[in-house]
DNA sequence: ATAGTTGCAAAATATTTGCATTTAT
DNA sequence: ATAAATGCAAATATTTTGCAACTAT
């Protein structure tokens, strides 16, 4: 069990997995995905449990330094957490159309990224790729329109 | 020149190329790479340039919005912008640690992105993708410690 | 005169931290 | 008794905004 891992990581540390430490680390593992402080705090807040604002963040750094949890970007709203336990990587097409998000994933592209980063002496903990485009259905009604022009 | 295209997109919208988003057009562009608003303001005034805090902010959402500009990420240290006329596609690798972007390309990871799309039935028009870690300095002294990446 | 721009200082946002109090062992 | 954790409020840091003064047409 999750909290198991975590609890077993305070305790190396002389910590504790208090109350409000349990309840942070069960709010985030609810959410099978994404997720940021201040919903998770407001979230926490309307089921009726305790924790304060200060303890969401530091706890989420703690879950961060064992893996239960990984920051996957800042955005103009906070900080997106991902909770990592138990669910594999993959990366994301999304139709610009549709809006359809497609997951993916290629052992290939990971071992060239990792090829890449050795290459820049940088060490990958993470990474994100989004392909933004057309799916199969959006394509072939597509060809006619004026759209966005986001591309790069 | 970039100040024209600048110049013409503000006229279109009715607006001044005024001296002060000269001034921080031709600092964003100075800096052929990354930079963040901040250090953008500091070595203008360090240069002894007259445009205030509040200018740099506003004039960098214009150039984001004729796409003479593009925010990169976000980081502890704040967002990062990238001069965008003129160069080629890119990724990039960004340190948790202290923030440094690092950019590449791979012929092979395009190529790869375009097999896994033709096999998705996917029409990719653009993508990001970007590494997180940490950069050679920030590993070394990462090793050592015990996994704090909180440097202030 | 008018519409747009500036700089400043205050506000907004997100996150961190100091500290007195509380809690678990 | 001791070490750790909590909540609060104040502090930081980054960015945005309201507004009075200024500037170009």
């Given at each position: 069990?999750?909290?198991?891992?975590?609890?077993?990581?305070?305790?190396?540390?002389g910590q504790r997995l208090t109350k409000e430490r349990s309840v942070i680390l069960r709010e985030a593992f609810a959410c099978e995905g994404h997720f940021d402080p201040e919903?998770?705090?407001a979230d926490m807040k309307?089921?009726?449990?305790k924790a304060s604002r200060a303890s969401v963040y530091r706890t989420l750094s703690l879950l961060c330094e064992c893996g239960l949890v990984e920051k996957v970007s800042k955005t103009e709203h906070g900080t997106i957490y991902e909770q990592r336990h138990g669910r594999q990587h993959h990366d994301h097409m999304v139709c610009l159309s549709c809006g359809k998000v497609i997951?993916?994933?290629?052992?290939?592209?990971?071992?060239?990224q990792d090829a890449i980063c050795r290459e820049k002496n940088f060490t990958g903990k993470s990474h994100t790729l989004e392909i933004r485009g057309y799916c199969g259905v959006c394509a072939s009604h597509h060809d006619s329109e004026g759209e966005n022009a986001n591309d790069r």
């Open positions: 069990m999750d909290s198991e891992i975590f609890k077993r990581f305070l305790e190396e540390k919903t998770l705090y309307r089921r009726g449990m997951e993916f994933y290629s052992e290939h592209l990971e071992k060239l």
